[in-house]
């Protein structure tokens, strides 16, 4: 009984998060390239965190995706965003990614290869086992710390490596 609720749970609170970053998403005021640098470096400091961030604007990303974060080869990192989606709770997710070491590993070097990248990742099928793990890993775990974080300024990184 307590394994189906708690299964339960675990299955439908990404939906849930889902749902309120839509609606938040939907109301926030938008902010322009200008602002949106400023609000970087307002944000990074709450995060205690000093490194360059570099913005990358597009007017659309593959599957409606409003931002990423990412790391280029040289070790720089990078907020890439819709134009007209910019708000302040989409930098400080993303913000939250960088901060928490969640784009470590990736090296995207330029604007166009991080859009083509996100085209294949949501196309391809054919997924190993790693990847698909780390999939679940991600949507269950980091991508509701980071909305959380978002709303609140709560830092509750709740889930554990796998
Ligand atoms: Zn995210």
């Known amino acids: 009984m307590l394994k189906e609720i708690v299964l339960a749970l675990s299955v439908s609170y990404p939906t849930i998060v ?7 998403s939907y109301i926030s005021p938008r902010a322009n390239q200008t602002q949106a640098r400023k609000i970087i470096n307002q944000e990074k400091a709450k995060l205690r965190f000093q490194e360059e ?7 659309s990303l593959p599957g409606g995706k409003k ?3 990412t790391r280029k080869a040289n070790g ?35 604007k166009r290869q991080a859009h083509d990248s996100i085209n ?15 999939i679940t890993h991600f949507k269950n775990c980091i991508e509701p710390s980071a909305d959380l974080y978002s709303w609140t300024g709560l830092d509750i990184k709740h889930c554990q490596e796998n």
């Open 18 to 24: 889902d749902t309120i970053q839509d609606t938040i």
């Open 53 to 59: 961030i570099d913005l990358w604007v597009y007017k």
């Open 67 to 69: 931002a990423f974060s």
């Open 76 to 110: 720089q990192y990078v907020i890439g965003v819709v134009e007209d989606e910019i708000t302040r709770t989409l930098l400080r997710h993303e913000l939250y990614h960088i901060a928490k070491g969640d784009v470590e590993h990736s090296q995207l070097d330029n």
């Open 120 to 134: 294949s990742w949501l196309n391809n099928q054919n997924l190993d086992q790693e990847t698909q793990d780390y």
